[in-house]
């Protein structure tokens, strides 16, 4: 049974959405960077499709205020964001207020609070759901189209995106599963012992499609990746030459990577391990630097004692969209197994905790969980970063 309250906003949301269109004529799809934001910014194009709103695809790697600002940037517009924009609601709103327009956020993330009057916020989180368990962005905008059009052969995308949530799908999630089943795209098989889904007419797991998509939103980010992969979703296909050919890029360039950082080594400090690759990975999404800093984190030859930092310098294009203000530098921080212990039980500071303080006293800001983290701090603030993220450990550790 869904919460009457979330089926009642679905409708309203379905009527709004409808005469936003008209009023503003054109739409912007914001939509994150993984499988999931893949899966729903596929979802909610073909919705707008349905209600004959023309509209651009924009991939988001990380919703930081600069970028929620060259967004709003387009004007009166109808704003839809999808697997992204809960944690940034209060400047959606912000932004609305200044610059006109209207928003719908359909996403499973942490929300934080926020009203306007032309602000529609649909995180089932707000209705008592869990977004780690309960419900994915992707099934979450699923939801939303089945009350504006029979949606039911979209059903496969929301059991693709809900291969990020552990175990077996449940509440909302399970949902679009029965439905995606209903339609006769996906068959529950199992694994192991274990309950998994299997896409029929493409023959693989949803898990298996859902790296296959992560893979391409990660590191084909500046080469039309996402809107390439959201095209192909539409027509109940994955890109998989597209998924390889990024794959083969990003083992080059790892490859460069792990070589310069094996002869000059990590650079240290009181409690950090870190590199900077510069521009080595130019043309590659940014999440590609968390991605090397979690491999790294469990190599030989790391300090199990010190946070791993990597930094890259960031390219300041939104595709599709143009550049945000400024010259920032990527950061992302990881921990080498001992020291996660060592978070988990308390002893050492949290990750997202040091990076979401160190950056904003450079300037940044960030975001991120106990052992993981990432964000954006101004080009030429690295070795402040590193120095105020040394004296934040040192006062918030125990003992
Ligand atoms: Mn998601």
Redesign the pocket.
């Known amino acids: 049974m869904m919460d009457p309250r979330y089926k009642e906003n679905l409708s309203r949301a379905s009527a709004l959405m409808r005469e936003l269109g008209r009023e503003f004529g054109e739409a912007i799809l914001v939509f994150?960077d993984?499988?999931?934001?893949l899966c729903?910014g596929a979802i909610m194009s073909l919705v707008l499709e349905r209600l004959g709103i023309p509209h651009r695809l924009i991939c988001v790697e990380k919703l930081s205020p600069e970028v929620v600002e060259l967004i709003h940037a387009q004007g009166e517009k109808l704003y839809l964001y999808t697997?992204?924009g809960s944690g940034r609601a209060d400047l959606i709103a912000l932004w609305l207020g200044r610059s006109g327009g209207a928003a719908v956020i359909v996403?499973?993330?942490d929300p934080v609070e926020a009203a306007h009057p032309r602000l529609l916020h649909l995180n089932p989180e707000l209705y008592g759901y869990e977004?780690e368990s309960d419900v994915?962005?992707?099934a979450a905008a699923y939801l939303l189209a089945k009350e504006i059009f029979d949606a039911r052969d979209a059903a496969w995308m929301a059991v693709v995106?809900s291969a990020?949530?552990p175990g077996k799908l449940r509440e909302l999630n399970r949902i679009a599963l029965e439905d995606a089943v209903a339609a006769g795209d996906v068959e529950i098989v199992s694994e192991n012992g274990e309950e998994a889904y299997r896409v029929k007419f493409l023959g693989k797991l949803w898990r298996e499609l859902s790296s296959t998509l992560s893979a391409i939103g990660s590191v084909g980010y500046y080469m039309r990746g996402p809107q390439d992969a959201v095209e192909h979703l539409k027509r109940r296909m994955i890109p998989e030459n597209l998924a390889e050919r990024f794959e083969d890029l990003r083992r080059r360039r790892f490859a460069q990577a792990f070589a310069i950082i094996a002869k000059t080594g990590l650079r240290k400090s009181a409690w950090t391990q870190w590199y900077h690759l510069r521009d080595l990975f130019k043309g590659l999404g940014s999440k590609t630097i968390g991605t090397l800093s979690s491999m790294l984190s469990y190599r030989k030859g790391v300090d199990p004692d010190r946070y791993i930092i990597g930094f890259m310098n960031f390219e300041p294009e939104i595709p599709g969209l143009g550049r945000i203000r400024g010259s920032w530098v990527k950061f992302s921080v990881r921990a080498p197994r001992r020291l996660s212990t060592m978070i988990e039980n308390g002893s050492m500071p949290s990750i997202s905790e040091l990076a979401v303080k160190a950056s904003e006293k450079v300037g940044g800001s960030a975001d991120g969980h106990k052992f993981a983290a990432s964000g954006l701090i101004p080009s030429g603030t690295e070795e402040n970063f590193i120095q105020e993220f040394d004296d934040l450990v040192g006062r918030l550790k125990s003992q």
């Not at 993984?34 to 934001?37: I, L, P, Q, V």
């Open positions: 994150h993984d499988a999931d934001g729903a697997d992204i996403d499973h993330h977004g994915s962005g992707s995106g990020e949530i």
